[in-house]
């Protein structure tokens, strides 16, 4: 496809659909030489759009860039004359992530109103996350009409990169009654493990607080959280970890810090199968706060054993008197009675 004012200069290619393209190419090597005319967004020349064997593809999709930013009346006409020439997809780009998703949702909107046989075509969203608003703008455009949402795994991409496939999913399945219902029809247990694959593939891996597929997205390490996921896990969490496939090391998510409370760390000594009195509690919980104060990161249950067993089941030695008819002849010397918290004893000779 290629688009051309009326005095015959290319101002738009794309070769992609068609097997002959010697404008598109001419337009190209132009372009290498003199650079490409940014200003015609603001251009009022009338425009004409000529197509080449569109026989080859049942399916013609235009897309170009920069959209979002460019004047709506040349916008509108555009669209119109590609649809015209038999595109069935009409990508609106946000290239520079620049628009907010009041913005992008209307222009969408408007695209429909405006772009005479625009019930013809499809529209579709392209949004990049300079702004860190890929997947806000992707479902503004939803909202507002788009029914072809680009995404891509982990939102990898260009620059910051493009709307993220899992965010947009998963908000599309758990906000349904906010976006007249629509669906993608993806299997979201399978998110965890293509995400890990495309991270393990591509070598870009997400960021530990990434949304529904980084590795804090269902840890809670802050007391109240954790006192209220072990009462009932919907009161900070909107996603189950089963919808996106996701296996987490205890059943509540939960990780020990030194934000972590009595709640917390007594039902991970219990997962562990550790059961300890309350003053043995205490004094262990105790001991724990000033560890993971000086540790600053997460206690792990390396440390929970390692602590447990010092302050808990640490041997102690217990002095008595002996006596002078001690086996071997020995006499006045001081008996230890070694105990543990299992109730075993033996004694030694000192």
């Known amino acids: ?38 200003a015609l967004q603001w251009s009022n020349l009338p425009i004409a759009v000529e197509t080449d064997c569109l026989e080859a593809s049942n399916l013609l999709k235009a897309s170009d860039i920069d959209r979002s930013r460019s004047n709506k009346e040349f916008l509108y006409h555009i669209l119109e004359e590609v649809i015209q020439a038999g595109a069935t997809t009409i990508t609106i780009a946000d290239t520079v992530g620049s628009n907010l998703p009041v913005e992008y949702g209307k222009l969408i909107a408007d695209i429909k109103a405006n772009t005479p046989g625009i019930d013809n075509a499809i529209i579709s969203t392209h949004c990049h996350n300079d702004l860190g608003l890929a997947t806000a703008n992707t479902l503004a455009g939803a909202y507002a009409g788009a029914r072809q949402l ?19 999913v998963m908000a599309l399945k758990c906000r349904p009654e906010l ?142 008197v002996g006596s002078n008819n001690m086996p071997g002849g020995a006499s006045g010397h001081v008996l230890g009675s070694l105990e543990t918290a299992h109730g075993t004893s033996t004694s030694q000779q000192q």
């Open 1 to 38: 496809m290629v688009l051309r004012e009326d005095a015959g200069t290319i101002i738009y290619r794309s070769c992609r659909q068609l097997f002959s393209c010697h404008d598109a190419l001419q337009a190209g090597l132009l372009a290498l030489n003199e650079g490409l005319n940014l």
């Open 150 to 168: 680009e995404v891509t795994i982990n939102g990898i991409g260009e620059r910051a990169g493009n709307a993220a496939l899992e965010e947009v």
């Open 179 to 320: 976006l007249d219902g629509m669906y993608t029809g993806i299997n979201t247990h399978h998110i965890t493990m293509t995400s890990k694959m495309v991270q393990e593939y591509s070598g870009l891996h997400v960021q530990p607080h990434k949304a529904i597929v980084g590795a804090n997205a269902f840890a809670h390490e802050s007391g109240i959280h954790q006192d209220g996921m072990l009462k009932y896990k919907g009161t900070y969490e909107i996603i189950s970890p089963d919808d996106i496939g996701l296996t987490r090391a205890n059943d509540s998510g939960i990780v020990l810090g030194k934000l972590s409370g009595r709640h917390a760390v007594r039902s991970v000594l219990v997962e562990l199968g550790y059961e300890i009195s309350d003053n043995e509690f205490e004094d262990f919980f105790k001991r724990y706060k000033e560890v993971a104060e000086k540790k600053k990161v997460r206690i792990n249950d390396k440390d929970i054993k390692a602590l447990l067993y010092d302050e808990i089941f640490k041997p102690k030695l217990n002095p008595s």
